[in-house]
């Protein structure tokens, strides 16, 4: 009976490692500039000069909670909590190892934004006058 179970166990983890491997091979390349994606920001960090960084979700700190990247038109939508939109040029987008870097400048404030290629995971960093934020989440090819 042990083996029996092992030897399940053994399949399980077998099929687990091609679905996630495959998955990823699938997953390769899109997110290097031909194909639209769309980000979920998960987490947020925020930090104003001489005080305490805070950690919370985007609607907490009036980030948005969905980027949506349109690379025909050079720009970043952003869709806030409550409905509200706001679109960001597209000023510089570089290829860099396996990343795909995105920067701009929106409300006196510099952002970049890093996907990885393979993953889809993101991160980016918004900083202005004394204050940063910086957001993490993953996105997915349209």
């Known amino acids: 009976m042990t083996k029996r179970v092992i030897s399940g166990l053994g399949v399980l983890v077998l099929a687990g490692t091609l679905v996630?491997?495959?998955?990823?091979a699938n997953a390769a390349g899109k997110f290097d500039g031909k194909s639209n994606f769309i980000c979920a920001t998960?987490?947020?960090?925020?930090?104003?000069d001489g005080m305490i960084c805070s950690k919370g979700r985007a609607r907490e700190f009036?980030?948005?909670?969905?980027?949506?990247?349109?690379?025909k038109n050079k720009v970043l939508n952003?869709?806030?909590?409550?409905g509200k939109e706001a679109l960001s040029p597209i000023k510089n987008m570089?290829?860099?190892?396996?990343?795909?870097i995105l920067q701009g400048v929106e409300n006196d404030h510099g952002w970049s934004m890093s996907v990885?290629?393979?993953?889809?995971?993101?991160?980016?960093?918004?900083?202005?006058?004394?204050l940063s934020f910086s957001l993490f989440g993953a996105c997915k090819v349209l």
């Open 94 to 100: 570089e290829q860099s190892g396996n990343q795909l």
């Open 20 to 24: 996630f491997a495959s998955t990823a």
């Open 42 to 48: 998960m987490d947020v960090i925020a930090c104003v």
């Open 116 to 130: 990885h290629n393979e993953t889809g995971r993101m991160s980016i960093g918004v900083v202005g006058h004394e």
């Open 62 to 71: 009036e980030m948005p909670d969905f980027m949506t990247v349109d690379f």
């Open 78 to 82: 952003a869709s806030y909590d409550g």
